[in-house]
């Protein structure tokens, strides 16, 4: 077994239960590990866990720490002001900023990345702060433990607190009226989802670089939490064709034919179905 292949299936093993159980940060973190096969997964959690221990204290300390003006306060400043995480306008497309070690060595992030790490610390220290997935742009939701109105966080932004109107005028800025919004954009993502979309940026920073062999192996992590997505099994598969991976390549084309017969893309599949199935008939030993 390659070290990807151990990753993989403690990958698999860590989305696998129930939906509220599935420990995001670390699984966030065994993406990561793999493109860093030596990442410590371990000593990462207790790095995240230091800092829930230190924002706990920074409450604990602080008078009215229970208003949600204070909690989103004391966040702010932990993150922002004396950690320094900021979001990566400088390099956004650099794929680093999706690996979870990277973001917490360099304090760089992208939406995502970002609202993981403060969502998860967050969470430690007993707070009910969830990631939020706008179109194009991730955010968190603070929910005051007294069940009063939500705040939103920018966390790209140093954590500028929004508005539901700010929400809107973002989606709108960002898509114009093409998504006219709608209020279940500021439900909380479940883990999976938010591994999802960490995964699908991903994927796509490796396909920008022309990187087809890790962008398959991302592929590989989505369909470890989604098992039948045959857009995923698709887009594999033409990446292993290219790669040269032909009976890999067939296995997942075919799948997505036999699944999918009424695709639009069912003649282009179709095709290279065909090709492949020559080229391995012409391979020597074949039948």
Not at 74 to 102: C, I, K, M, S
Not at 103 to 120: D, H, K
Not at 222 to 241: K, Q, T, V
């Amino acid at each position: 077994m390659t070290a990807f292949e151990d990753t993989l299936e403690r990958f698999r093993v860590a989305v696998s239960g129930p939906a509220g159980e599935i420990p995001l940060a670390r699984a966030a973190l065994l993406i990561a590990q793999s493109e860093y096969p030596d990442l410590d997964v371990d000593a990462h959690e207790r790095r995240l866990q230091d800092m829930a221990e230190t924002l706990s204290q920074q409450l604990a300390r602080s008078a009215g720490s229970e208003h949600p003006r204070h909690v989103v306060q004391a966040v702010t400043q932990l993150f922002f002001r004396e950690l320094g995480f900021r979001g990566n306008t400088d390099h956004y497309d650099d794929p680093r900023n999706l690996y979870l070690n990277w973001v917490l060595s360099e304090r760089r992030g992208i939406p995502v990345s970002l609202a993981i790490v403060v969502a998860e610390v967050c969470q430690r220290a007993g707070l009910d702060m969830q990631p939020v997935g706008l179109p194009g742009h991730v955010i968190v939701r603070y929910q005051p433990a007294d069940g009063g109105e939500a705040v939103y966080l920018d966390v790209f932004k140093d954590g500028r607190v929004l508005s539901e109107a700010d929400c809107q005028l973002l989606v709108r800025n960002l898509f114009g009226a093409r998504i006219p919004f709608k209020p279940h954009y500021l439900e909380a993502l479940s883990p999976r989802q938010t591994l999802q979309r960490l995964l699908h940026n991903l994927k796509a920073g490796h396909l920008q670089r022309g990187d087809e062999e890790r962008a398959s192996r991302v592929i590989d992590l989505l369909l470890a939490i989604f098992p039948w997505d045959l857009d995923e099994i698709r887009d594999r598969g033409m990446l292993r064709e290219r790669l040269g991976d032909v009976d890999s390549a067939l296995t997942d084309l075919e799948q997505y034919l036999r699944y999918r017969s009424g695709a639009r893309d069912v003649d282009t599949i179709t095709e290279t179905v065909r090709s492949l199935r020559r080229h391995a008939q012409g391979r020597p030993g074949s039948a």
